[in-house]
């Protein structure tokens, strides 16, 4: 039997974006090159992009842009769980008032 001739395929990724995707690809038992071969197979197969690619409407892209920048600075939006919760909450209660206004 012949083996199979292959090709090096070399992309450029930000650091980043690289270790995320290889920490949650090994997670999976899967390195890098077998997800991008996963991909390629499944594009070959289907002749067409395996992927549903959509535009993000305009608050999708102010929370990716927020989430950057606060992963950039390396810090969070809330010191402590607490004020988190607080928010989380007070966002509730807004809600449940409208409601109740509606009604």
């Known amino acids: 039997m012949m083996a199979a001739k292959t090709k090096m395929i070399h992309v450029r990724v930000d650091d980043d974006i690289r270790d995320?995707?290889?920490a949650v690809l090994g997670?999976?038992?899967?390195?890098?090159?077998?997800a991008i071969r996963?991909?390629?197979h499944r594009?070959?197969?289907?002749q067409s992009f395996p992927l549903e690619l959509k535009v993000p409407n305009e608050t999708?892209?102010?929370?990716?842009?927020?989430?950057?920048?606060i992963r950039k600075a390396?810090?969070?939006r809330?010191?402590?769980?607490?004020?988190?919760?607080?928010?989380?909450d007070g966002k509730k209660m807004?809600?449940?008032?409208k409601q109740v206004e509606k009604a």
């Open 27 to 34: 997670s999976l038992g899967l390195s890098i090159s077998d």
């Open 43 to 46: 594009v070959a197969a289907s």
């Open 78 to 88: 809330f010191a402590t769980p607490d004020e988190l919760f607080a928010n989380l």
């Open 60 to 69: 999708t892209r102010a929370a990716l842009a927020e989430a950057r920048e």
């Open 38 to 40: 996963v991909f390629l």
């Open 20 to 22: 995320e995707a290889s």
């Open 74 to 76: 390396r810090k969070a």
């Open 94 to 97: 807004r809600s449940a008032r």
